[in-house]
């Protein structure tokens, strides 16, 4: 009995050590004429209405929305703060998210209607959905919206994904590329 607490012991520090990599620097900050930037909680439940009238109309099954993950929110502040989408290899694109710029994000853009009408008929399927906006005002006070939009699988089965699939080498790789100022947000 003694060695079952001596392994556990021993995997729960291995798990420790494992989530305190450091993550190096990559993106470059901001571009010149911006001004501001900041995270629209506002506009984030605008566009989640947006969302689900979207996918209504489509006749697709209701997505459950949950707060946004670390990973989306430092996603979506490093393309703010780049004001572009990154051309790198840790960008998380799939066929379950979309990041998007607007300056009207009060109307369905092509990509919003992509990812709200996306379903797929095998297993496991979308369950919840995330939204994050981050808006970048420029020197003459015009905003831009930068948008991302992530569908998760259900608890259990992202839990399966993360923890007993081949992701659980890659699952981190988005920290790779996050600005030093987005961390932690």
């Not at 707060?67 to 960008?91: E, H």
């Not at 009408?117 to 006070?141: L, M, Q």
Request: hydrophobic fraction near 35%; include cysteine; proline fraction near 5%.
């Amino acid at each position: 009995m003694r060695d079952h607490y001596k392994f556990l012991s021993l995997a729960i520090l291995l798990g420790i050590c494992s989530a305190a990599q450091e993550i190096p620097n990559s993106p470059k900050q901001a571009t010149v004429g911006q001004l501001m930037r900041e995270r629209d909680e506002g506009k984030e439940d605008q566009i989640a209405k947006l969302f689900e009238v979207t996918r209504a109309n489509a006749k697709l099954p209701r997505l459950a929305r949950i707060k946004p993950r670390g990973s989306l929110k430092q996603t979506v502040c490093t393309i703010a703060l780049a004001d572009k989408l990154p051309n790198i290899l840790w960008f998380p694109t799939n066929r379950m998210s979309a990041f998007y710029k607007t300056v009207d994000p009060d109307s369905v853009s092509v990509e919003l209607n992509k990812i709200a009408s996306f379903d797929e008929a095998r297993s496991p399927r979308p369950a919840r959905y995330s939204i994050v906006v981050w808006r970048v005002s420029n020197e003459k006070g015009e905003s831009n919206y930068w948008v991302g939009v992530q569908l998760y699988w259900s608890v259990e089965w992202q839990f399966f994904g993360n923890y007993f699939t081949d992701d659980i080498e890659y699952r981190n790789d988005w920290k790779k590329g996050i600005a030093p100022s987005c961390r932690g947000k």
